[in-house]
């Protein structure tokens, strides 16, 4: 716990403010209070969550105190970062019903034992008027104008709540609260965390350093990760679901996931040499999105669950065989109408089709098997003793046994 953990709490970062101050409060010789805060507004933990909380795991290996700030109050508000329209506010019990399900996933990542979990309704959801007006005295409509997604909304003409302005103020109480040194967040976060070293200085603390990670880009290859886009990946998918993603990421992203949901808090050299082996040809980019794949899945469910999954998915994709796990899964009663079942009708109550005319498309499409023979249009409607005892298959990961 000293200077010498420097170029491990600085590896796969994106920006440390100020970049000289981490070490000289690595050499105070006491544990630091590092804060990573999280609102919960969606149920899963992604891959891009998961790149800021394995670095406050490297602090708290470090022998650093872990504050992990839970925003049920701050959720309700909404974090402004990157919108380009006013959030709709969340209630408390959707808030409060994230909140459970996200703190099993954290402790995947974060040891719990060395983990001080604060939730920031205690602090601020008391607040008075008086308080209040401190609080917005601090700073000026100008400071907040800084921000670019503010800048750019304003310079646009869309409306900014003044509810929006006060969420980096009341980010920035937590870390008066909890006497933060260290605030790590996203490379999204750096006005809030900014604006934390303000309010400290507001009230007689020495300010926090501000440590930011890079944001990983979705499955689309295009904008960051993110649940409300659904181009996620969540650490608790199951394997076969994690590994398929995972190897249909773009090429060109392989060494930026490598970094960012595997190498940084372990080897950095790895994706280094990774990308310099995708460079010059000398890797092939599917092989090393396997091993990536296989890597990833053994980090959140266990050695040889990676090995696992790539054999199921080479059994499915590869050599086009049925699993031999698929779910047996009844014909529903409203499937079935004068003893016949209508496929596309079938395929939406199992949940693998969103809608009658999506399931007809993949049909037509010839996306959909029996015993891994395509059904043909004249096929949409079949009798029921034709079905039972069948694997139906849609796409290339939906299977049910029909019974």
């Not at 008027?129 to 700073?139: F, G, H, K, Q, V």
């Not at 092939?284 to 199921?312: N, T």
Request: proline share 6%.
């Amino acid at each position: 716990m000293g200077p010498e953990d420097l170029p491990t709490l600085l590896a796969g970062s994106a920006e440390v403010v100020p970049a000289e101050e981490l070490g000289r409060k690595l050499s105070l010789g006491r544990p630091l209070r590092v804060k990573l805060g999280l609102d919960p507004t969606a149920p899963v933990v992604t891959l891009g969550w998961a790149v800021v909380l394995h670095k406050l795991r490297q602090f708290q290996d470090a022998g650093h105190t872990a504050v992990l700030i839970v925003g049920d109050f701050t959720a309700q508000v909404g974090d402004p970062s990157g919108k380009t329209e006013t959030r709709s506010r969340l209630s408390a019990e959707e808030v409060r019903g994230y909140a459970e399900r996200l703190l099993d996933q954290f402790w995947k990542i974060l040891d719990p034992e060395r983990t001080e979990v604060r939730y920031n309704a205690e602090w601020l959801e008391p607040m008075g008027m008086e308080a209040i007006l401190r609080l917005t005295a601090s700073t000026t409509v100008a400071r907040m104008l800084e921000r670019d997604d503010f800048a750019k909304r304003y310079a646009e003409g869309r409306p900014i709540s003044i509810m929006e302005f006060l969420y980096p103020l009341l980010q920035g109480m937590d870390s008066v609260a909890v006497e933060a040194d260290v605030e790590l967040g996203g490379s999204d976060q750096t006005f809030n965390l900014l604006v934390g070293r303000d309010l400290q200085r507001a009230y007689e603390q020495e300010p926090q350093v501000a440590l930011t990670t890079p944001l990983l880009v979705g499955t689309d290859g295009v904008q960051k990760m993110s649940q409300s886009l659904g181009n996620y990946i969540g650490i608790t998918d199951p394997p076969d679901d994690m590994f398929g993603k995972l190897v249909r990421v773009p090429d060109e992203l392989i060494p930026t996931y490598r970094l960012l949901a595997l190498d940084f808090f372990r080897d950095p050299t790895e994706a280094e040499r990774v990308e310099k082996g995708l460079a010059d040809g000398s890797l092939d980019p599917w092989q090393e999105k396997r091993r990536l794949a296989r890597e990833v899945v053994d980090l959140y469910h266990g050695d040889g669950a990676g090995e696992a999954a790539k054999v199921r998915f080479d059994r499915v994709h590869r050599d086009h065989e049925v699993p031999d796990d698929v779910p047996e899964r009844q014909i529903p009663p409203d499937a079935v109408r004068d003893g016949a079942v209508y496929l596309p009708r079938l395929m939406v109550a199992l949940g693998l089709a969103d809608s009658n005319s999506r399931a007809r498309k993949l049909i037509e499409q010839r996306g959909v098997k029996l015993d891994g023979r395509a059904v043909s249009e004249l096929e949409l409607e079949l009798p029921v003793a034709q079905l039972r005892g069948r694997v139906l298959q849609v796409g290339r990961r939906g299977f049910a046994r029909l019974r």
